[in-house]
């Protein structure tokens, strides 16, 4: 089974802090994604990362960044923290970007911004 | 752009009741249609598929068909358990819209009462 593992359950940080949020997944997918999960609104895209070093937007960008050095971690980065983050983050990785392939999904990192 | 609609929750039935979840899409070209499951505490885990019109997805005694004329993948199953109570969410996957994500639907909340 693929396993996909984020770093935290639970953050707790201040706001105007760098927080990194950490992913890593065991089955050399090529794909990751980052997403937010929030009360009626679903998840919603972040950023996704096709290869080692290459990323795309989602729908939500904004007040974020990624990186990719390695195929097997996918690091999402809140560069100056603010309450309006304060979100359950989830992190995803498929074999590839066919629209078959479904996203296999880490248990999510609930991240409190005070 | 794409988008998927779901019924808002949260949706309440005793055990043994029977489920219908609906949800509809919008898409440009022909996606494939998912659904996820999330559980208290845990991430989203892939329920069923299907990639093409008329396919049915089924797992774990729930069904979905893929009906390209009402553009819809209504979930079903016959007889629910208090262990079926989660969040599920719908979502698609078109790779002919240029999106290399899924999107997802808001999610709707089960609820089993024994």
């Known amino acids: 089974d693929v396993k996909v593992t984020q770093s935290s359950r639970y953050l707790v940080k201040r706001t105007g802090e760098k927080v990194f949020l950490e992913c890593v997944q065991d089955m050399d997918h090529e794909n990751m994604f980052w997403y937010r999960q929030d009360p009626g609104l679903g998840l919603r895209l972040i950023y996704f990362?096709?290869?080692?070093?290459?990323?795309e937007k989602g729908d939500i960008p904004e007040g974020y960044s990624v990186s990719r050095e390695k195929k097997e971690r996918f690091s999402l980065i809140l560069e100056s923290a603010s309450t309006n983050q304060t979100s359950m983050y989830l992190c995803?990785?498929?074999?590839?970007?066919?629209?078959?392939?479904?996203?296999?999904f880490g248990d999510g990192t609930r991240l409190s911004i005070l | 752009g794409d988008s998927v609609t779901q019924m808002e929750g949260p949706v309440t039935l005793s055990e043994e009741a029977f489920l219908t979840i609906n949800c509809t899409y919008t898409?440009?070209?022909?996606?494939?249609l998912f659904w996820y499951v999330q559980y208290p505490g845990e991430g989203l885990q892939l329920l069923l598929k299907a990639t093409k019109a008329d396919d049915k997805g089924s797992n774990k005694g729930f069904e979905a068909t893929y009906r390209k004329e009402t553009t819809s993948f209504h979930l079903e199953k016959g007889s629910v358990q208090v262990s079926d109570s989660a969040v599920y969410f719908c979502a698609l996957s078109d790779a002919k819209g240029g999106r290399r994500a899924l999107t997802f639907g808001s999610g709707t909340r089960l609820q089993v009462q024994p």
């Open positions: 995803a990785s498929s074999f590839s970007l066919g629209p078959n392939q479904p996203q296999h």
């Open positions: 898409a440009t070209g022909y996606p494939s």
């Open positions: 990362s096709y290869d080692v070093k290459m990323k």
